[in-house]
């Protein structure tokens, strides 16, 4: 039997502290905390619901951080 995986660790790093960030920051600020993928959404984007570790979503609006998570 193949041993089950150890998933990547991921940046400690508090999602909520993007929110209410320009976008452009929000990613670089990300980036630089260790994040290797960021997704920004417009809201209400239908997207697929499979989780990437290491990967930060941002939903954005107006060009304003509005969500975060992981994943």
């Known amino acids: ?4 995986p ?3 660790e991921q940046p ?3 999602p909520d502290s ?5 976008a452009r ?7 630089e905390r260790g994040w290797t993928t960021v997704r920004a959404l417009p809201p209400g984007s239908i997207i697929t619901m ?5 990967r930060l979503n941002f ?4 060009d304003v951080v509005i969500r ?4």
Do not use: F, H, N, S
């Not at 039997?1 to 089950?4: E, F, Q």
């Not at 499979?50 to 290491?54: D, I, L, R």
């Not at 939903?59 to 107006?62: F, G, K, N, W």
């Open 50 to 54: 499979e989780y990437v570790a290491g």
């Open 18 to 22: 993007y929110v209410g960030l320009g």
């Open 12 to 14: 400690d790093d508090a």
């Open 59 to 62: 939903e954005v609006r107006d």
């Open 6 to 8: 150890t998933p990547p």
């Open 25 to 31: 920051a929000a990613e670089q600020q990300a980036r």
């Open 1 to 4: 039997m193949a041993p089950i």
């Open 68 to 71: 975060c998570w992981k994943g």
